[in-house]
């Protein structure tokens, strides 16, 4: 079920000047990753809509202080990043509609969506549209998310993609707008 240029808009109004460029990506990267009824795209686009800023931004925002927590530390082995203070807080920093952060996510994810590391080489692929859509609906489908938005379970959902409820309130309202548009709820 893909959508339409005015149902992305509707649900995502402060993307609506770069909507035209993301439509194609987003309903192919559904289409691909079975993103494919009402609920589960009302819960997918709030999600994505939420990580983005409404598609405004494709990589994670933050100082290089900040982002250093990647760098070294218990974070970043959780995330395989080397132990050395290297710069791989910086360079497997979150990317994509929903971030895809840290070495061992962006070589899992490279092989799913390229079959080989090239993301290890080339993190940046994650912020081009099309990749930044099929990372993030590779990351929901590997997740099990379709069947939690089947079952409504949007605040596991976020747990999941966010590891908290950062920005509950606001993913509520776009779940709800999203719904509107998409379930007629």
Not at 26 to 43: G, H, K, L
Not at 114 to 120: A, H, M, P, S, T
């Amino acid at each position: 079920m893909p959508i339409t240029l005015a149902q992305l808009v509707h649900v995502m109004p402060a993307a609506r000047l770069v909507a035209g460029v993301f439509l194609p990506a987003i309903n192919a990267a559904m289409e691909r990753y079975a993103i494919d009824t009402p609920q589960r795209i009302a819960a997918f686009l709030a999600q994505i809509a939420h990580e983005s800023g409404e598609l405004q931004y494709l990589r994670e925002l933050g100082s290089h202080q900040y982002l250093s927590k990647y760098d070294t530390g218990t974070l970043a082995a959780r995330l395989g990043n080397t132990p050395e203070a290297d710069g791989d807080g910086q360079k497997y920093r979150g990317r994509g509609l929903i971030q895809v952060t840290g070495r061992r996510n962006y070589m899992t994810c490279s092989r799913a969506l390229f079959g080989d590391d090239r993301l290890l080489a080339q993190p940046e692929l994650l912020e081009q549209p099309r990749w930044a859509c099929e990372s993030a609906a590779w990351y929901w489908a590997s997740n099990g998310l379709n069947a939690l938005a089947d079952k409504d379970q949007f605040t596991t959902i976020t747990r999941r993609i966010n590891g908290g409820l950062n920005g509950l309130e606001q993913r509520m309202q776009l779940w709800a707008r999203a719904k509107a548009v998409l379930c007629g709820s």
